[in-house]
């Protein structure tokens, strides 16, 4: 295993305290199963139908894509709390395949809830956020709070 720019700067780990070792193996475990944006990769019950997300950070706004394929929009339901979105939903997917040579039926479903929660660098307006769904896909807009907004003069060049 490779070491990291961050273990260089601790130094050695000491021999006589494993436990200090472990439970450093562990922190650093669990540090990697968390993205820079506080997305719990760990959270949410049926991982396997909890929805793919990506994050943008815009100059004026974060915005979160969320993947929902085969969830109906009256499925899916948003919360803020301060700097916390939190995405909960109901997959119910149903599909039968039939074979009229062999009168066999094919029948696939998938279903269950799923919960994903993503930590803003900043707590946006309630009020201000907006949502929309096409397709199977959940666009959530959070504008960043006007004292959070660059700000920007052009300066004239004097002799």
Do not use: N
């Not at 070491?3 to 700067?9: E, V």
Request: proline share 8%.
């Amino acid at each position: 295993m490779s070491r990291s720019m961050l273990d260089l700067f601790r130094g050695p780990r000491s021999v006589a305290d494993p436990f200090e070792s472990m439970r450093s193996d562990f922190d650093r475990l669990f540090e990697q199963m968390r993205t820079p944006w506080g997305v719990d990769l760990t959270s949410g019950m049926g991982a396997d139908i909890a929805p793919s997300i990506e994050i943008k950070a815009k100059d004026d706004h974060i915005e979160v894509t969320a993947e929902l394929p085969g969830v109906d929009e009256k499925d899916v339901e948003l919360e803020l709390h301060d700097d916390l979105l939190t995405l909960k939903g109901e997959k119910k997917t149903e599909r039968e395949e039939k074979d009229e040579k062999s009168g066999h039926v094919f029948s696939e479903r998938s279903y269950g809830s799923f919960a994903r929660t993503v930590r803003l660098p900043y707590a946006p307006d309630p009020e201000a956020v907006t949502a929309s769904f096409d397709k199977g896909v959940l666009k959530i807009t959070a504008p960043k709070p006007p004292e959070l907004a660059p700000k920007s003069k052009k300066i004239a060049i004097g002799k």
